[in-house]
């Protein structure tokens, strides 16, 4: 199984962006929980969003109102948008999907 991550880039405070993660090595992700977390330098990786089958979905409280994760097991994708985003958003940003991680895409946002 392969997670490719894209979308990541540097932003100012109040702008957007989508991540995409690309999911590759199963016949079928439909049963399967995907997500994203998150890692800023010197801090602990925290969860941004999940999304379980039947569109379960948990978001961190950081960013719950501002980002919006959704699911297209067709084309086993996940995407999370990311609205009004903030500084402290800054940090690398992993793709998951149960068990297995993503290599992680930068998500750099100034003031």
């Known amino acids: 199984v392969q997670l490719q991550a894209s979308g990541g880039g540097s932003v100012h405070t109040g702008g957007s962006l989508k991540l995409s993660c690309a999911a590759s090595?199963?016949?079928?992700?439909?049963?399967?929980?995907m997500g994203w977390y998150r890692q800023a330098p010197g801090s602990q990786r925290e969860l941004v969003a999940v999304?379980?089958?039947?569109?379960?979905?948990i978001y961190g409280d950081s960013v719950k109102g501002r980002f919006t994760i959704t699911r297209d097991d067709a084309k086993a994708m996940s995407y999370l948008q990311m609205n009004d985003l903030k500084p402290e958003d800054t940090a690398v940003y992993y793709c998951?999907?149960?068990?297995?991680w993503g290599q992680g895409t930068l998500v750099t946002v100034s003031s």
């Open positions: 998951v999907m149960e068990s297995w």
């Open positions: 090595g199963l016949s079928s992700i439909s049963d399967l929980v």
């Open positions: 999304a379980g089958a039947g569109n379960r979905i």
